[in-house]
């Protein structure tokens, strides 16, 4: 448990890092673009590519980022309102749905970078697996953090609550 917590810790950590990279290719990009565009009326072919396949990367890794960090959706409300058995039950439940889930995410997203290997994008000729890559990398990423709060929930972590 203690190696995936530390395996988590460094997702997390390049998973955040890889987030502010992205967040500042876009900061970059998109204003570099509107002035192209309005202020010399020239635009650039790469600028679109660039920023959208920034943003697909920001936004995988940001959502793992975000799981651990606990900004996800979840069903508190129902959970609290059921008794301790059916709670739990209920939490059960939801770490299988996630877990499976994710897994197959990440089958899927897997499938589609290596299918698109050999296809390039139109204007800067960049190989698609690239853009593709971040929806695995972002759900095993996912996948891993779940696993670590599942097992925690069972009882098999450090904090041991098993809620």
Excluded: D, H
């Amino acid at each position: 448990m203690r190696v995936l917590q530390r395996f988590n810790e460094f997702l997390v950590t390049a998973g955040s890092w890889g987030t502010i990279l992205f967040m500042a290719v876009i900061a970059v990009v998109i204003p570099y673009e509107v002035v192209g565009r309005y202020v010399f009326q020239k635009m650039t072919i790469w600028s679109g590519e660039v920023s959208t396949y920034s943003l697909v990367w920001a936004s995988m890794l940001g959502g793992a980022v975000g799981l651990k960090k606990g900004y996800m959706v979840s069903m508190t409300s129902v959970v609290e309102s059921v008794p301790p058995g059916m709670a739990r039950a209920l939490k059960l439940v939801s770490y299988l749905c996630a877990l499976f889930f994710f897994g197959v995410m990440f089958g899927y997203g897997l499938f589609q970078t290596l299918y698109n290997a050999k296809q390039t994008s139109p204007a800067i000729g960049l190989v698609m697996s690239i853009p593709y890559a971040a929806l695995p990398t972002g759900f095993l990423i996912m996948f891993f953090l779940m696993l670590e709060e599942f097992l925690i929930f069972l009882g098999l972590g450090p904090k041991g609550e098993g809620q």
